[in-house]
């Protein structure tokens, strides 16, 4: 959920207080993302899960869970993240931690295919052309069978769509909100921090959305199969291809 060449300490402790309420439907979300990844590994993908750009942990805790012989390789730009990722965990052997910087290429080499790989909430860090580029490197990296999960923000194609994504997601902040603690205190901090873009306006600099249908085809053009859209709110989504 952080890109190092942009993203600051400061931010993933924003991040940490906010999330809970911030990410719509974040349990349906993880539950999704864990089934398909499940699904590629009984279908006999063979190799370890990336979790790419882990931030607070939940995927890979998740994938650790419900996968009790799979390797987990959780990778972020911030050091933090990482720790945080470590004490969810707990003391495992088949957890690895490693600090990158998401928009290089170095990391992108591994000994041997991944069976699958997740990321949530970072990959709208990098630009049209980053995008294409990560989806051609991470099918090249995964082993036949293996599947790539996206979970992200989108852009809305027209002002129409932008103004329903603000509404859905000031729905699914103030839901959250309620149901965590009873009050609004939450959505009432998100608000303060203008984190609905889709309503203030302005992106960061660091956010790069790009739309779903772009995504989409880059994905098939990159070589993946089967590609399809599984949930989508609040200008947010969770896609899959895969390797065959």
């Known amino acids: 959920m952080s890109d190092s060449a942009a993203w600051s300490e400061a931010e993933s402790a924003v991040y940490r207080d906010l999330s809970?309420?911030?990410?719509?439907?974040r349990?349906?979300?993880?539950?999704?993302?864990t089934a398909l990844v499940r699904a590629a590994v009984a279908a006999g993908a063979d190799g370890a899960l990336l979790d790419l750009c882990c931030g607070e942990g939940l995927l890979s805790e998740a994938l650790l869970a419900a996968l009790p012989e799979a390797r987990v390789l959780a990778y972020d730009g911030?050091?933090?993240m990482l720790a945080t990722t470590r004490r969810r965990a707990g003391d495992t052997p088949r957890l690895e931690t490693r600090l990158i910087d998401l928009a290089t290429a170095g990391w992108r080499r591994f000994e041997r295919p991944l069976g699958a790989v997740v990321s949530s909430l970072a990959i709208h860090h990098l630009d049209a052309a980053g995008k294409r580029a990560l989806f051609a490197d991470l099918h090249a990296a995964?082993?036949?069978?293996?599947?790539?999960?996206?979970a992200d923000v989108v852009?809305?194609?027209t002002a129409a769509g932008q103004a329903i994504a603000a509404e859905l997601w000031d729905e699914e902040v103030r839901r959250q909100a309620l149901e965590l603690d009873g009050d609004l205190s939450g959505f009432e901090?998100?608000?303060?921090a203008e984190w609905n873009?889709?309503?203030?306006g302005g992106l960061d600099p660091i956010d790069k959305p790009s739309s779903l249908v772009e995504q989409l085809d880059w994905l098939r053009a990159a070589g993946f199969?089967?590609?399809?859209?599984?949930w989508m709110t609040a200008g947010q989504m969770i896609a899959s291809g895969w390797r065959r």
């Not at 809970?20 to 439907?25: G, K, L, N, W």
């Not at 901090?189 to 303060?192: D, H, I, T």
């Not at 873009?197 to 203030?200: A, I, K, L, V, Y």
């Not at 199969?225 to 599984?230: G, T």
């Open 20 to 25: 809970r309420y911030a990410v719509p439907q």
């Open 27 to 33: 349990a349906r979300q993880v539950a999704m993302v």
């Open 78 to 80: 911030s050091d933090s």
């Open 142 to 150: 995964l082993a036949p069978g293996g599947v790539f999960v996206l």
């Open 155 to 157: 852009q809305p194609a």
């Open 189 to 192: 901090a998100f608000e303060r």
């Open 197 to 200: 873009h889709f309503r203030h």
């Open 225 to 230: 199969a089967d590609v399809e859209l599984h």
